[in-house]
T-cell receptor
Framework: EAGVVQSPRYKIIEKKQPVAFWCNPI?????LYWYLQNLGQGPELLIR????????DSQLPKDRFSAERLKGVDSTLKIQPAELGDSAVYLC?????????????FGPGTRLLVL | DAKTTQPNSMESNEEEPVHLPCNHS???????IHWYRQLPSQGPEYVIH???SNVNNRMASLAIAEDRKSSTLILHRATLRDAAVYYC????????????FGGGTRLMVKP
């Protein structure tokens, strides 16, 4: 079974440029998560989707970050414009549902460097 | 919110057992205890979870204290591939129904 797929794996951009990350969750998983991981820290949740609906986006900086999950499958996370402080790893995860016994499956992440 | 306390780092010798402790004294009665680990340059991966009883799977064992204020992840025979950061995470209604990763414990395995 294929795991969570993310692309690109690495991205280098200049500040003020836009950037987008793509995630394909495990087939059949209704719940999708985007996390941000700064160097030396644990991941932090940015947004959670149940099917197409964003049910928890309280940690998403909405002035520059946006996300979408069309048709309840793939998802895209966008930053526009990027700032130096956005340099981090962006992780996507999926789970079959939202029960607290559910396992989240993580992708390898996209490592972003903003110059 | 349930808070956790884990050692910043631990060392183990290869093929020896490792006991990774976690304190979660503010956990609610309905929060599960999840453990994830993150190998270098990879996303986190699930290890094990439990509610009250001790749990075993092919990766590890989870020993949960009777009062649920602490738990211990047990790797029965550490290998070099077990070198990772291990996160203990209460997960449930009291934890905001979200995985909140703390600093974790960095496990180093010596050959």
């Amino acid at each position: 079974e294929a795991g969570v797929v993310q692309s690109p794996r690495y991205k280098i951009i200049e500040k003020k440029q836009p950037v987008a990350f793509w995630c394909n969750p495990i087939s059949g998983h209704n719940t999708l998560y985007w996390y941000l991981q700064n160097l030396g820290q644990g991941p932090e949740l940015l947004i959670r989707y149940e099917n197409e609906e964003a049910v928890d986006d309280s940690q998403l900086p909405k002035d520059r970050f946006s996300a979408e999950r069309l048709k309840g499958v793939d998802s895209t996370l966008k930053i526009q414009p990027a700032e130096l402080g956005d340099s981090a790893v962006y992780l996507c995860a999926s789970s079959p549902g939202t029960g607290v016994w559910e396992t989240q499956y993580f992708g390898p992440g996209t490592r972003l460097l903003v110059l | 919110d349930a808070k956790t306390t884990q050692p910043n780092s631990m060392e183990s010798n290869e093929e020896e057992p490792v006991h990774l402790p976690c304190n979660h004294s503010t956990i609610s009665g309905t929060d599960y205890i999840h453990w994830y680990r993150q190998l270098p340059s990879q996303g986190p991966e699930y290890v094990i979870h439990g509610l009250t009883s001790n749990v075993n799977n092919r990766m590890a064992s989870l020993a949960i204290a009777e009062d649920r204020k602490s738990s211990t992840l047990i790797l029965h025979r550490a290998t070099l591939r077990d070198a990772a950061v291990y996160y203990c995470i209460p997960y449930g209604d009291n934890a905001g129904n979200m995985l909140t990763f703390g600093g974790g414990t960095r496990l180093m395995v010596k050959p």
